[in-house]
T-cell receptor, first 114, second 114 residues
Framework: AQTVTQSQPEMSVQEAETVTLSCTYD???????LFWYKQPPSRQMILVIR??????QNATENRFSVNFQKAAKSFSLKISDSQLGDAAMYFC???????????FGKGTKLTVNP | DSGVTQTPKHLITATGQRVTLRCSPR?????VYWYQQSLDQGLQFLIQ???????AKGNILERFSAQQFPDLHSELNLSSLELGDSALYFC?????????????FGPGTRLTVL
């Protein structure tokens, strides 16, 4: 069964600094998608970034970028120039066509200190 | 605001009861997804509907059922409620049913079973 592991229950970063959130996953599939979702205190789930497994280039969205290591089954999220509004729970998620469902990790709570 | 609406925002009920959660997708979206977020199980996919038909099923209990109506709104019915059903229930919608269609999440319904 596909599983997603986020080994850091909590992380903190100083405003304007860079932080990296870790995610590993277990799969025997070769074609799949990976996502990072943000859940601020409002509870709304917001898509931050996604990566198609067949693409070697790491996805980037403004201050958010990923380090996708397919062989190591690792998918970390780097947040640059952290802002107070980045404080939230961050969930890593995996999807593949055979199941047609998103599998989420347990989440990492990110605190941004002023 | 994602454009997905969920009612009610909060629901408090007793064990053994039945409740109905409602979701209205974004205008033009054909797919609706239901998720359960609890402290012990994390965020789990329950079920997906596409244009009125069940598309994918996740960890949905037999006591739970869902449907999508012709106007594309969806309802999640939870019956014979147990304490462990207390959770945040999210609805998400997307244009199509494929993974590359971004899912937009609603604000969730907080269910408390006493």
């Amino acid at each position: 069964a596909q599983t997603v592991t986020q080994s850091q229950p909590e992380m903190s970063v100083q405003e304007a600094e860079t932080v990296t959130l870790s995610c590993t996953y277990d799969t025997s599939e070769s074609d799949y998608y990976l996502f990072w979702y943000k859940q601020p205190p409002s509870r709304q789930m917001i898509l931050v970034i996604r990566q198609e497994a067949y693409k070697q280039q790491n996805a980037t969205e403004n201050r958010f970028s990923v380090n996708f290591q397919k062989a190591a089954k690792s998918f970390s999220l780097k947040i640059s120039d952290s802002q107070l509004g980045d404080a939230a729970m961050y969930f890593c998620a995996y999807w593949w066509g055979g199941s047609e469902k998103l599998v989420f990790g347990k989440g990492t709570k990110l605190t941004v200190n002023p | 605001d994602s454009g997905v609406t969920q009612t009610p925002k909060h629901l408090i009920t007793a064990t053994g009861q039945r409740v109905t959660l409602r979701c209205s997708p974004r205008s033009g979206d054909l797919s609706v997804y239901w998720y359960q977020q609890s402290l012990d199980q994390g965020l789990q996919f329950l079920i997906q509907y596409y244009n009125g038909e069940e598309r994918a099923k996740g960890n949905i209990l037999e006591r739970f059922s869902a449907q999508q109506f012709p106007d594309l709104h969806s309802e999640l019915n939870l019956s014979s409620l147990e304490l462990g059903d207390s959770a945040l229930y999210f609805c998400a919608s997307s244009v199509g049913g494929a993974v590359d269609n971004e899912q937009f999440f609603g604000p969730g319904t907080r269910l408390t079973v006493l």
